[in-house]
């Protein structure tokens, strides 16, 4: 089942064209691990290529690629798009389809209600003709995944009406949204109108939507990569990496006899099991740089203990995790210490499966008391080694992850709104008060929810 991606302002564009070439790199690498067939691993090659890529059997000359993405690109300023495509068709591998990108030259001066108002009522039959185009390419389709950041006012804006008319347009596909999460010290000064008029739309059409954290990010690329001076590309290769460990092609379970096909659905049938629930965040491990991995070797138990930490402590690397916080920790006042989940998808990669024991996973106390015991945790592998790493985990999870980052913006927001900072800004390009109160109601009762699991 192929995957459409929407790309849309200068952080999806980027993102995605980051993510297509970290798909592929993996695909391609000489597998490391000699127990992976030649006939497994060309399987892999092809689920990977029809998975995310059509094949282009017309190119006209040689300078073509007959691997084209699928994916619909979208901003409002062309200087990004273009930069994006030519990185593409550098790597020799694969490019972009020609007439799927759609720009302007007027971008949305970081303004939600001016790319969700203005632009999207203007430009959204247009670029849902291109989705349909690329739709039309797949033998069956498994769903829509919309890349954008919640910062800026394409993006968000565009972003956040592109996905209603998404689901208006399909709907019964599966829609997922990744969202890039502003620095808390901020990028643009009413980032956290955006992101809370984004994330308060998003809830009401996509199926799930995945938080990746900038702060997170870049602590990443500063303290495991070792970076003295990091930039987007940086950023965007942790963001592919974390991607690319749950929707590159898995078995379902440890026998590698049944490969998942309906990715995202399978997917969003275990993690999303509740429409109140729809906030999902990834951790991986281990998270090195180049020179690091030569000289590492991980065995499963280590790299299981890790990650397991990680999640109960809700830390985003293997490095600095509080090993003081357990399972079952509780406050004076009685409140859970420990990150509580709802539902846990596990993918493990690389050699030696059988001795990855993931039992402490499935913990019940680790879990909402709600959930039955046998929809918590669903595993799934794959023997191949991904990447550069021999062994490797990931762990996509829809838990309390979240409250700190929306408790932030919510709590920002709120105390501009009060003094009327900037609404004028929205107000002119149709927003109302009311639009912000109802968007302030619906993110209060999404962290009521995530706090009381």
Avoid at 44 to 64: L, N, T
Wanted: proline residues 4%.
């Amino acid at each position: 089942m192929s995957v459409v991606t929407l790309q849309v302002g200068q952080c999806g564009n980027q993102v995605g064209g980051q993510m297509f070439g970290t798909l592929l790199d993996d695909a391609f690498a000489k597998p490391s691990t000699t127990h992976v067939s030649a006939t497994k691993n060309e399987e892999y090659i092809q689920e990977v290529c029809s998975r995310f890529f059509s094949e282009d059997s017309g190119k006209r000359s040689e300078e073509e690629h007959d691997l084209k993405a699928r994916a619909v690109m979208v901003d409002m300023e062309p200087k990004v798009i273009a930069q994006t495509c030519a990185d593409a068709r550098r790597t020799g591998l694969w490019a972009y389809p020609s007439k799927q990108q759609f720009c302007q030259k007027r971008g949305s001066g970081n303004n939600w209600a001016h790319g969700y108002s203005l632009h999207g009522n203007r430009v959204s039959e247009q670029i849902l003709s291109m989705v349909q185009r690329e739709a039309e390419k797949c033998d069956y389709i498994g769903g829509f995944l919309a890349l954008m950041s919640l910062a800026g006012g394409t993006g968000s804006g565009l972003g956040a009406h592109l996905t209603q008319s998404l689901r208006d347009e399909f709907p019964h596909s599966f829609i997922v949204n990744q969202v890039v999460w502003p620095y808390n010290t901020g990028e643009v000064i009413v980032q956290n109108y955006n992101a809370l008029l984004t994330l308060s739309h998003l809830y009401q059409t996509a199926d799930a939507i995945l938080v990746l954290e900038n702060d997170d990010l870049h602590r990443v690329c500063s303290q495991l990569m070792n970076l003295k001076k990091i930039s987007f590309r940086d950023i965007n290769w942790v963001i592919s990496m974390k991607m690319a460990g749950f929707l590159q092609p898995v078995f379902a379970g440890r026998s590698c006899d049944r490969l998942v096909t309906n990715h995202l659905g399978d997917l969003l049938e275990h993690l999303v099991p509740h429409p109140d629930y729809k906030l999902l965040t990834v951790k991986n491990i281990p998270q090195m740089s180049d020179q690091a991995v030569e000289f590492s070797t991980y065995q499963w138990p280590g790299l299981l203990k890790h990650l397991r930490q990680m999640l109960i402590a809700n830390a985003a690397m293997e490095e600095g995790i509080n090993w003081q916080v357990t399972v079952g920790d509780q406050t004076p006042r009685g409140t859970i210490k420990h990150n509580r989940c709802l539902a846990n998808l596990l993918t493990l990669r690389g050699r030696d499966l059988a001795t990855a024991d993931s039992s402490p996973f499935s913990e019940p106390r680790l879990y909402a008391s709600w959930m039955p015991a046998d929809c918590t945790l669903k595993e799934w592998a794959q023997p191949r080694a991904f990447s550069r790493y021999e062994k490797c985990g990931t762990l996509l999870s829809n838990s309390r992850s979240a409250i700190g980052p929306l408790d932030h913006v919510i709590g920002k927001a709120w105390r501009m709104f009060s003094a009327r900072a900037y609404v004028h800004q929205y107000v002119k390009h149709g927003l109302t008060e009311d639009d912000f109160l109802d968007s302030f109601a619906t993110l209060e009762q999404i962290l009521d929810n995530y706090r009381t699991l």
